[in-house]
Structures are given as C-alpha cells and as structure tokens.
C-alpha cells in the first residue's frame, strides 16, 4: 500500500507566526500613539513655564540650602506665608458673628463671679456725699490740712526695717521717720498731735522681715490694722528706675467698691497731698484684688507723641486689711468698726468685703 504525507504542522506554525506579527505591530502603534501623547503634554508644559515634579522633590527643607544668604531669604518667605495665613484664620475666626455663629464665652473668673455686696458705693448716693462730708477726712479733701506722716517702728528695728522707713519716706510727702525707744503708743500720739502731725504710721517686724503696718490717721481716727507680706526693697528689684525725687505723686485707687473699702481708700488718698507735681512724673498705686492691697510706685516716660512707658522705682509690698478702729490707737477700750474673721468671712471665695 502506498502513503501519502500531508503537512498540517507547517501550516499551523505559519499561522502562529502571522499572529505575532500582527499582535507586535499593533503594541508598537499604540506605543508611539501614547510617546507622541507624552511628547506634545512635555512641550506644552515647557511652553507655559510649569515645572515638572522631578525638579523640586515633594519634601523640601531650608536647612539643605548651603548658601547662608539664600537661606535666610527662604526661611524669612516662610514665615511670613505662615503668618498670613495665621492672620485669614484670625479674620475668619473674628467674622463668626457676622455669619450667625455664637459668639465666643466669657471665661468666667473669681472677679467677674463676685457675688454681691450690700454695701456696694453708689458716687450719685446723697447719703454717702453726706457721710463724706462729715467724716475724720473732710478737713482733708477741702483743703484745710496738709498731710504731716510720722513714720516710727516696734522697739529694736533690724537692718531691712529700717530701709523700708527711709524708702517709705521718700515716697510720701511730708514724712519723717523717727524710732520709737521703748514708747507706747499711747504716750506718741498726744506728742504727733501736738507738733501738728495728721498721720502715725508704725511698722511692725517679724523675723528681721516687716510683717505689719498700723495707720493711724490724727487726731481722730480711725485707725486700721494691715498684715504686710511680699516687701521687696529698691534693690531687689529688677530694671527699676533712679530714686524718686522730692515732686509729689499721683494717686491711683483702684476697686474700692464697699463702703469698708471707701473708707480704706480714703484713707490712703489723705497720706499724700492733693495737688500732684505733674513735672515728677510720678504715681502711687492701691490696687484692690481679692481684699489684697498691692502697692506700687512708678515714674511713667513718654517715647513720643503716642507711646508711653512706665519703670518702677519701688518698693513694693502688699497689704491685708485685718481690723478698723474707731478713732486713733487703743488696744484695750477701742471700738472696732470691722474685724477680720477669716473662718467666716473666707469661706466664700466670691465675696470680698472691699
């Protein structure tokens, strides 16, 4: 029997060839298609000045820049960029209520929670103008006296006593500091009265450290009691000014709300005289907070027409009401106005009585 071979492997591989061929060309076309695609987007970006990622990297510090000039530049740029965009958040923030948002709190603090005072000082009261028109100081404010302050100490001042007089002295007009040796009280007062004296101030020590203050205002009364803490002489503070010189000061008395606390800054304003030196430039704080006195003495400086510094000159010291007296010093028969009971009165944190 004869065979005949027929090629059916040839044909197939021919096939598989053809389709390759056809397969290859097609990606080759779609490849230039999308490379002349990436060719025309590089060349419009060329032509419009935009810059490709590849030139600056995503994560760009100042700090890499070698050159000293230049980096300064940049980080000067930067912080001004931050400080704008700072200021659209403020503004933004600040036009809240515009746009009908709540407005912000008030936070709330000890002052402005203050309960109320019964005995809160109304200025258009007739009945207190009237109380101040026949009080121990209305010889004062009408002018018919000058303030003369004797200035003593308990018996045996130490060395930061002392200081604290003489600089005391130097703040107040008119004062002059004397040491006691052994005289009661009792027995000075008639002797201030005499040489016309309108004011006995006596500082207490403790510890060689000044602790209380007794303000007896001549030949009258009253006469209040104060605790005296946190005393910080000219020297120990920091950037003060040069000494005061001999103008009178001006007086500040802030937060004297109470009647109890009329009184106390009245008798404060009758230690100075009532005709400040403007020249001096000085003033004299009573700062009320929280029933604390703080006391400050400052010469105020003018930059230019519209900035004005101030520089403390000292000292400074703070004050606590413990008791008033009626009339001048008697520690066994005296009539007390007001006493400090502090298990009773320090309760509530709220309530002040100045």
Known sequence: ???????????????????????????????????????????????TGESSSAAFPPTFSVSEIKNKQRRHMMFT??????????QTLATKRNSRSDTGAPPKEVPKTIENQRVFDETTVDPEDEEIAFDEGTDEFSAYFNGLTNPQVLITTSDRPRGKTVRFCEQLASVIPN?????????ALKRIIPQ??????????????????????????????????????????????????????????????????????????RLFAALFPQDPNFIGR???TFHNQRDFIFFRFHRYIFKNEKKVGIQ???????????????????????????????????????????
């Not at 492997?9 to 390759?20: G, L, M």
């Not at 740029?77 to 700072?86: D, G, M, N, S």
């Not at 004062?175 to 005289?183: K, N, Q, S, T």
């Not at 000292?315 to 007390?336: A, M, N, V």
């Open 312 to 354: 403390e000159l000292g000292p400074r010291f703070t004050l606590k009401l413990r008791s008033l007296q009626k009339g001048t010093f008697d520690s066994k028969y005296g009539e007390y106005e007001w006493v400090l009971k502090r298990h009773e009165m320090d309760a509530c944190r709220r309530k002040f009585q100045l």
């Open 77 to 86: 740029k930067l912080k001004q960029e931050k400080r704008k965009v700072k």
């Open 175 to 183: 004062a002059h500091v004397y040491y006691r040796r052994g005289l």
């Open 192 to 265: 201030c009265v005499a040489r016309n004296f309108t004011y006995l101030m006596v500082i207490n020590e403790d510890r060689l450290v000044p602790n209380g203050m007794v303000l007896c205002h001549l030949p009258d009364g009253p006469t209040a009691h104060f605790k005296v803490s946190s005393v910080r002489l000219r020297k120990e503070i920091k950037r003060r000014g040069k000494d005061p010189t001999e103008h009178s000061p001006e007086v500040i008395l802030n937060n004297f709300s109470t009647r109890l606390g009329h009184t106390i800054a």
């Open 282 to 284: 000085q003033v004299a």
């Open 1 to 47: 029997m004869d065979f005949t071979e027929v090629p059916v492997t040839s044909d197939k591989k021919s096939k598989k060839k053809k389709n390759k061929k056809a397969a290859n060309k097609r990606a080759s076309g779609e490849d230039n298609g999308e490379s002349a695609v990436a060719e025309k987007k590089s060349e419009e970006k060329m032509e």
